[in-house]
């Protein structure tokens, strides 16, 4: 039987599939593609964002962040807000209870998370939370590299 990973029986490439296709599937039922979704995620994660922040945090264009936002807006997950006197500075904010139909579409794969971390001991589960912590930057630092 061909290996398919570096990780013995692990296969990370159809784990991150997997992910990939969950993700498509909340975007799907919440009407808006995966780009959109990524970057409502990333306003829910960390907050308020100016466009242009949001942009290179997605590695995107800002013509192509400014087609995201408004697909957002139109799809009522997100909204502009103007800062300060200046009309030309805004944010770009979650719009309320986004966030809550987002949870909402993630209850099965929580449901199904608790009963496979009932498997493992307290040490396995912080050596398993390090790894993916660790795996994430290393992630980070390739597709930088990528870039």
């Known amino acids: 039987m061909p290996q398919s990973s570096y990780y013995g029986a692990f296969d990370f490439r159809e784990f991150t599939l997997q992910v990939i296709l969950h993700q498509q599937a909340i975007a799907d039922k919440l009407g808006i593609n995966l780009t959109d979704f ?35 807006e139109k799809a009522g997950y997100a909204e502009r807000k103007r800062e300060g006197e200046d009309r030309r500075s805004l944010t770009v904010h979650a719009a309320p209870g986004s966030e809550r139909k987002v949870a909402n579409l993630y209850q099965s794969f929580r449901t199904a998370s608790k009963g496979l971390l009932s498997e493992y001991s307290e040490e396995e589960l912080a050596l398993i939370s390090s790894y993916l912590s660790k795996a994430t930057e290393v992630l980070r630092a390739a597709t930088a590299k990528l870039s």
Not at 55 to 61: C, G, H, L, N
């Open 38 to 72: 990524k970057s409502l995620g990333l306003l829910h994660r960390k907050g308020a964002m100016t466009p242009k922040e949001l942009a290179k945090a997605m590695r995107i264009s800002a013509a192509a962040m400014t087609t995201v936002i408004d697909r957002l």
